[in-house]
């Protein structure tokens, strides 16, 4: 938001696979009204958390709010990310293949993730190597366009890792672990004070589709409302799933030669100050 501010006719685009999804604003930390109205935002609440989002579609729609700002006299792209598959589909182009529902479908009604990488690593080994073992959405879709379309899913073009010339300037900011690691600690507790328990209550109450259910915050907390865990036991959780998300996400645009990197270790505009003690340490006392 500060760089946008700073630079007169800056419009964000939102590259998040769960800031799609409309009624979860808190646990994806999406921007508030007043940020919204002081910069414009794109690819946000662009479908119900019943829906699917796929990155077809996600970039179809970024296609077309990158196009009308082009058209804005002195008006300029800030994307913001995110998810690394979603921006490399946005600046690379990448071949995206379609969709099959009912495969879909009958994929994701067998839970057994393990048995799904297995299947993709005899089916598509090359794509099976480039995916976490424990990245159920990831493997479901290469599943999915393996199993729908008849060829693997590493098929369809060079893929994630070509790394091919842009003229976007891409610029990664870096923390250190400990930095990181206080940093979404005091974030869940923020989330917490604001709200984030009930807004996965409301958000369930609709119904949620498969990926909305696994955003980082609210498959912890549903866990929590089925009676899996404590609420302490979620939050938690919710705490090193984000860290563990942090690590896998740096991992992924770190291998992009094209990115310049800054280490940070303070940001005087944190969004997550000021914030009373520690949420996890008071629910842990009542667990």
Do not use: C
Request: cysteine-free; overall charge negative.
């Amino acid at each position: 938001m500060g760089a946008a501010r700073m630079v007169p006719g800056t419009e964000i685009v939102a590259v998040d696979a769960m800031q799609v999804y409309r009624g979860m604003d808190i646990g994806t930390a999406k921007p508030n009204a007043a940020d919204r109205v002081a910069v414009v935002h794109h690819g946000i609440d662009l479908v119900d958390p019943t829906d699917e989002m796929s990155v077809t579609e996600f970039r179809r729609s970024v296609d077309a709010a990158m196009a009308a700002i082009d058209e804005r006299a002195g008006a300029r792209a800030l994307l913001v990310a995110g998810t690394g598959l979603y921006l490399t589909a946005i600046l690379d182009r990448l071949e995206l293949p379609g969709t099959w529902p009912d495969v879909r479908a009958e994929l994701d009604a067998d839970p057994d993730t393990a048995a799904h990488f297995r299947r993709l690593v005899a089916l598509d080994p090359d794509a099976a190597a480039k995916v976490d073992p424990a990245n159920r959405r990831r493997i479901v879709r290469a599943l999915e366009v393996t199993l729908g379309s008849g060829r693997p899913f590493s098929s369809f073009g060079p893929g994630v890792s070509a790394f091919p010339p842009t003229d976007a300037v891409q610029i990664g900011i870096r923390w250190s672990r400990p930095a990181l690691a206080a940093r979404i600690e005091r974030r869940v507790g923020v989330m917490m004070d604001r709200g984030l328990l009930d807004e996965v209550v409301a958000v369930a109450a609709l119904g949620l589709s498969p990926t909305a259910r696994q955003a980082l915050g609210y498959k912890e907390l549903l866990d929590h409302l089925e009676g899996a865990v404590t609420l302490a036991e979620a939050v938690a959780a919710i705490v090193v799933r984000t860290r563990q998300f942090a690590v896998r996400q740096e991992r992924w645009f770190r291998r992009d030669p094209r990115i310049r990197w800054i280490d940070v270790d303070e940001d005087a505009a944190d969004p997550w100050e000021p914030v009373r003690d520690s949420v996890v340490t008071e629910l842990a006392k009542v667990s």
